[in-house]
């Protein structure tokens, strides 16, 4: 008897990922032996296979396959045109830290590959402050301290490895010999320029000025790469602002980011090209440096423009072009430069607004309320987390590293004193059973015991202990956690990857496994703790779970 003969077309790269029939390479087809044949899915439900002469079956992999199993894979065209598919069990990418000793000064993690501010749950970075600003369960942007301080770690640590060799001093390149902008401005009172050197100074105010006071940001010495802005302004009077025009080198329209002072709007879309960030009223006669990162500022105008238009933004690196920037109002303005990044005056604005912004109980609570576990577990407006606890910490311990300003050293050691208050009385300790002791990412009451951020806080309480050269206090609490680590461990293993947390104990609910990148988060913070103790146990369980994500699985009996 004759079989009937299946027809398998040939897919290119990208209609293969999206699953779909290459109907104009049809003429490509290769015949095989192939019959189909109906599978039934644990006797619920049927789809179409192939099976051949082996008796081997081939289950469809975007019908079926991938959903069933939780998996991904795609369609790669080489350059000899041939063709081969990847399959893929986890979308885990796998960071191995590069140190084999932690140092406390050195990088934090692998943070030097993070990008905070571009994340898609952050609404904008303060003009004022420098800091960004969540959306992050909110629809009103606050600061949320686990985010502020995930941006300053992140700008330490690419400080180390990407330098500032290199700033565009733009003051002196526009100024140095008469021209049209050098007429708007003027030289400062001796007075006023005490503080600053190379100031000059503008008036729009009275008498009314001809020129207006702008410079040029657009010049062929400035390499493209230079989109961070850098000055330092004295307002003479209330309302100072400054507006920033830039062009995107896809669509060649011009934008401008208007930065005002006499609004404390976190951001707002004025029209299709026009952005407005809020200053907040600045006080006269003091000087203050702003730090804006182009390339960002203009992503969260157009991500708010693609919100309007439903469109999701996208402006890829070296789209823009700096125009200029201009000031209304009385003022000066001096040390301005265009350059490539400005790590470092990010990470010092995030320890200065730890500084600034800690309560009296030493903590950075979270102003918005957070609701999980289908409305079974919330914590109200206030609330403390050990995570933004530790974070906190690492922050301030390397701003007093670099410094050597006590203000940073001071506010670390008062952040200790929530890792002792129970959650129940608004702290965020609680203890697993009743007996094991438990720093609280979110302090639940049961508890959740989330892992990830209870690893966070056991760093940043060591790296508080090696600034304060082994404080019998901050020690204590840092050995407490790594003992209760190590009792619950085991617990969170599922034999094919992780659990996020534990409380589906408390609720008796099912378990809340970790996706795959919080069980990479999980494989490298083990080896961090690895690198820092050299307990065998986080070294043998992130090699599990590293296979774990890879496809093994632990032995049945």
């Known amino acids: 008897m004759r079989r009937p003969v299946v027809g398998v077309p040939v897919f290119d790269a990208e209609e293969a990922g999206r699953g779909q029939r290459n109907a104009a390479v049809a003429n490509r087809t290769a015949s095989f032996a192939f019959r189909s044949i109906a599978c039934d899915i644990n006797g619920h439900r049927k789809i179409d296979c192939l099976t051949n002469d082996s008796a081997e079956v081939f289950m469809p992999f975007h019908a079926f396959i991938k959903d069933y199993f939780q998996v991904s894979g795609a369609m790669k065209i080489h350059g000899d045109k041939s063709a081969s598919f990847e399959f893929m069990h986890s979308s885990a990418k796998i960071h191995r830290p590069t140190f084999k000793s932690y140092l406390t000064k050195g990088q934090f993690g692998h943070f030097g590959n993070y990008n905070v501010a571009e994340r898609d749950r952050v609404r904008c970075v303060n003009a004022a402050s420098g800091i960004p600003m969540s959306i992050q369960w909110s629809a009103v942007p606050y600061f949320y301290p686990v985010q502020v301080s995930q941006f300053g770690l992140e700008h330490y640590s690419r400080s180390l490895v990407e330098p500032l060799d290199h700033v565009f001093d733009l003051l002196n390149a526009v100024f140095e010999k008469e021209n049209v902008e050098k007429t708007a401005f003027s030289r400062p009172q001796s007075s006023t320029s005490d503080a600053c050197k190379n100031a000059w100074c503008f008036n729009t105010l009275s008498p009314p000025s001809m020129a207006k006071p702008m410079i040029s940001l657009s010049r062929e ?23 920033i025009a830039i062009r995107r080198l896809d669509t060649s329209l011009v934008y401008r980011l208007r930065y005002s002072s006499t609004t404390n709007e976190s951001i707002r879309l004025l029209d299709d090209t026009d952005v407005l960030f809020g200053l907040g009223a600045l006080q006269k006669n003091i000087w203050h440096r702003f730090t804006r990162d182009l390339h960002v500022d203009m992503l969260h105008g157009q991500q708010l423009l693609g919100k309007r238009k439903s469109k999701r933004a996208k402006l890829p690196a070296g ?7 201009s000031f209304d109002g009385h003022g000066c303005v001096c040390e301005a430069t265009l350059q490539p990044h400005a790590h470092v005056d990010n990470f010092i604005d995030t320890a200065n607004w730890l500084v600034e912004n800690q309560d009296s109980a030493g903590g950075w609570p979270v102003p918005v309320k957070r609701v999980f576990a289908n409305n079974r577990l919330s914590l109200d407006p206030g609330w403390y987390s050990a995570m933004a606890q530790g974070h906190a910490m690492s922050v301030l311990c390397r701003a007093f590293l670099l410094t050597n300003k006590e203000a940073y050293l001071l506010a670390a050691r008062r952040a200790v004193g929530i890792f002792a208050r129970n959650a129940s009385a608004g702290g965020i300790l609680n203890y697993f059973l009743g007996t094991v002791p438990w720093y609280e990412e979110y302090p639940t009451v049961p508890g959740t015991f989330v892992l990830n951020g209870f690893m966070y806080s056991l760093i940043g309480l060591y790296d508080l202990m090696t600034c304060t050269k082994n404080d019998q206090n901050i020690s204590a609490l840092y050995r407490r956690g790594l ?3 190590n009792a619950l461990l085991p617990l969170f293993d599922t034999g094919s990857g992780s659990l996020y947390d534990l409380r589906h104990v408390a609720l008796q609910t099912a378990p809340n496994v970790a996706r795959w990148d919080y069980h990479s988060v999980h494989i490298f913070q083990l080896l961090w703790l690895y690198a820092i103790e050299g307990d065998q146990l986080y070294s043998t369980t992130a090699q599990r779970w590293i296979r774990f994500s890879r496809g093994e699985r632990a032995k049945h009996n």
């Not at 400035?222 to 400054?242: A, G, K, Y």
């Not at 789209?319 to 920037?325: E, K, R, W, Y």
């Open 221 to 243: 010495d400035i390499p493209t790469t230079f989109t961070t802005l850098r000055f330092s302004l004295l307002p003479l009077s209330w309302n100072v602002n400054f507006t």
């Open 319 to 325: 789209s823009i072009v700096p125009l200029s920037v």
């Open 483 to 485: 003992r209760s680590l």
